[in-house]
Nanobody, 123 residues
């Protein structure tokens, strides 16, 4: 099974940018679509963005459109989420996950999760 490790989270101010990374172990990373989800305290895990396994076609939640960019480098077994124009409502624990389907908008679509990286945006 592929292991995922997120990094790149932190405490930033509104309007700042962050780039999250999702490093995968194993040789099957490129066989899966990749999704990014987030979970704020007291709320359900929600979809942010996803990308196909090899054609790099993205799909975004409305909250992410125009601000976030999902990408991946299968040669490095790593996925990315570039987040610009961050808002306090983006504060959450961000998870990456792998899915056998696309766009994998639901948590039940994910077959392997990372441990999450915290993003906190101050106003």
């Amino acid at each position: 099974q592929v292991q995922l490790v997120e990094s790149g989270g932190g405490l930033v101010q509104a309007g700042d940018s962050l780039r999250l990374s999702c490093a995968a172990s194993g040789r099957t990373f490129s066989s899966y679509a990749m999704g990014w989800f987030r979970q704020a305290p007291g709320k359900e895990r929600e979809f942010v963005a996803s990308i196909t396994a090899t054609t790099n076609r993205p799909y975004y939640a409305d909250s992410a459109k125009g601000r976030f960019t999902v990408s991946r480098d299968n040669g490095k077994n790593t996925g990315y989420l570039q987040m610009n124009g961050l808002k306090p409502e983006d504060t959450a624990l961000y998870y990456c996950g792998l899915a056998g389907i696309f766009p994998a908008r639901y948590a039940k679509d994910i077959v392997s999760w990372g441990q999450g990286t915290q993003v906190t945006v101050s106003s």
